[in-house]
């Protein structure tokens, strides 16, 4: 069965400071992948989406970057973290590219930034 | 361009009366559409999902949606609420193909006994 892992869960982070968040897929292959961040109150916003190795798109110019080293690894990065990055960070998944097939989400990563 | 809004940020109902939760979507595309609800402290779980099949589609613990190409609508239903329901519950618009899905902002259901 597929599972997706996403690392760490929480993280408290001074502001200027740089950011990894990592988010593996199993069981499945050439998904595509998406980050999003859910601020409080807010809903889920689309930040990047990619449909292969080394294929990123942004949605929301800013100062975070995604990469997709490997086919089932989709990592989120900033070199100089925000206030206003502070959220709910949701990797997801579809299988195949097929727009009515749903989204399957990782468990989140909360992200304080201080 | 797409662009999907939840009408409500909060919908407020009591134990045993219907749920209503509105959600119009804009779509240059066939689209896909989808809701997805999130409990406290919990991922988020497929309700239910159009693909241009069926315009009345089922989903699970007793939720339905119309898609009503007219109106633009793809509205949440559920004929009788129980506590459980009490969550935030998500529409989506996803285009062709599939590259690209936008959530509207959520509407948070509050379920009195």
């Known amino acids: 069965s597929q599972t997706i892992h996403q690392w760490p869960a929480t993280l408290v982070q001074p502001v200027g400071s740089p950011l990894s968040l990592e988010c593996t897929v199993e069981g499945t292959s050439n998904p595509n992948l998406y980050w999003y961040r859910q601020a409080a109150g807010r809903g889920l916003q689309l930040l990047f989406y990619s449909v292969g190795i080394g294929q990123i798109s942004s949605e929301v110019p800013q100062n975070l970057s995604a990469s997709r080293p490997q086919d089932r690894q989709f990592i989120l990065s900033s070199k100089k973290l925000l206030l206003s990055d502070s959220g709910f960070y949701l990797c997801?998944?579809?299988?195949?590219?097929?727009?009515?097939?749903?989204?399957?989400f990782g468990p989140g990563t909360r992200l304080t930034v201080l | 361009a797409q662009s999907v809004t939840q009408l409500d940020s909060h919908v407020s109902v009591s134990e045993g009366t219907p749920v209503l939760l509105r959600c119009n979507y804009s779509?240059?595309?066939?689209?896909?559409l989808f809701w997805y609800v999130q409990h406290p402290n919990k991922g988020l779980q497929l309700l239910l999902k159009y693909t241009s099949a069926a315009t009345l589609v089922k989903g699970i613990n007793g939720f339905e949606a119309e898609f009503k190409k007219s109106e633009t609508s793809f509205h949440l239903t559920k004929p009788s609420a129980h506590m459980s329901d009490a969550a935030e519950y998500f529409c989506?618009?996803?285009?062709?193909?599939?590259?690209?899905?936008?959530f509207g902002a959520g509407t948070r259901l509050f379920v009195k006994a």
């Open positions: 989506v618009v996803s285009d062709t193909g599939g590259f690209k899905t936008i």
């Open positions: 779509s240059s595309y066939s689209p896909s």
């Open positions: 997801a998944w579809i299988v195949g590219g097929l727009s009515y097939n749903e989204q399957f």
